[in-house]
């Protein structure tokens, strides 16, 4: 019923920048080596996300568009995995709900490719087309038909920001994947693939940025860290280079900023921010993510233990720098 899933796609796509992770982390768990996106005025006229991954067998194409339709949970048995990283087959139907969408894909071992037209959530037109394994989805006009979500999205320039922030996390979350990502086709950055993190960032960042990190790796319990942290002298940091990813995840935690403020006050003068990269893996069990997919906020069971692990971690990082 197009009307229900209309409110229900709010929940998920509400901003051109949620359709981009979304498209992405598709193209990312479809085993993708290399991913171009592209996007027009904030995402808004057009957002493009093309993979080399294994592509959707052409019987399953229709099904993509309908709520609930995963190909995901049963290849994972691992449930609380399943669930944090948001495989709930929503993604695709709310964003077909609310955009005009073009899909063209094709498998491995298939002649040629299939291609899909929806609007508005019905699918319009489907074709066979010649193509290379892998998927394209073009997502354009988004929020063509729900104006109210439409007035509220920010200017051009801002919605364009966000997309580029979340690039930025998906492509450090995942150095082995080459990512190219352009806006107006300007091309923002073009990541190598090469599984290194440091050339990823490289390709992203400042490019003196990396003189200016260092490597950090540390393990207590059930708490694993790794990832670059800034020299005390770097003064372009930014608050949006404090990047944390907690399994796997991009997070927003106050708990870990604090540790990391706290350990660099005593060296930084002030209005500067330590630009990190930190990757921590945690046990599950000691955790709370909220399962909605837009959400970024994480829960730790005992932030004091957190707060000092990293904090500790940074100290003696920051002693192995010093001598
Ligand atoms: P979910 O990712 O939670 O399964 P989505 O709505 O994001 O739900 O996608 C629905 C299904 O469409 C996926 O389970 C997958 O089978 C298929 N799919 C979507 N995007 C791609 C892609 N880029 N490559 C291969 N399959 C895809
Ligand atoms: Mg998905």
């Known amino acids: 019923e197009i009307t229900s899933s209309k409110i229900a796609a709010g929940e998920v796509v509400e901003k051109p920048a949620m359709v981009v992770k979304e498209l992405v982390e598709n193209a990312v768990d479809a085993g993708a080596t290399e991913i171009i996106v592209d996007v027009k005025k904030g995402g808004k006229k057009l957002i493009r996300v093309v993979d080399n991954g294994c592509g959707i067998h052409r019987d399953d194409v229709d099904l993509m568009f309908e709520r609930h339709a995963t190909s995901k949970i049963r290849k994972i048995d691992d449930l609380y995995k399943t669930i944090s990283l948001g495989f709930r087959g929503e993604a695709l139907a709310s964003i077909c709900a609310v955009a005009n969408v073009e899909v063209i894909t094709m498998q491995e071992n298939d002649d040629y490719g299939v291609k899909i037209e929806a609007s508005g959530g019905a699918i319009k037109n489907k074709s066979e087309m010649g193509a290379k394994r892998g998927t394209s989805i073009v997502v354009r006009d988004l929020f063509y038909n729900t104006p109210a979500r439409l007035k509220f999205l920010k200017s051009d320039s801002v919605e364009t920001k966000h997309i580029s922030e979340i690039m930025g996390h998906l492509a450090l979350s995942h150095p082995e994947i ?145 001598q």
């Open 178 to 322: 080459a990512f190219k990502y352009s806006t107006d086709d300007q091309m923002v950055f073009r990541t190598p693939g090469d599984e290194k993190l440091e050339n990823t960032i490289f390709s992203i960042y400042d490019r003196t940025l990396i003189k200016h990190l260092f490597e950090i790796k540390d393990a207590f319990d059930f708490l694993k860290l790794r990832g670059y942290i800034s020299t005390f002298d770097y003064t372009k940091g930014t608050k949006q280079q404090q990047i944390i990813f907690v399994n796997g995840r991009y997070v927003k935690s106050d708990v870990i900023k604090d540790a990391i403020n706290l350990a660099y006050k005593p060296y930084l003068m002030h209005n500067r921010y330590p630009v990190c990269f930190l990757f921590l893996e945690i046990d599950p069990d000691k955790i709370d993510v909220n399962i909605h997919p837009a959400k970024t906020e994480i829960k730790f069971h005992d932030d004091g233990v957190l707060k000092q692990f990293i904090y500790t971690a940074l100290k003696k990082a920051f002693n192995l720098q010093n």
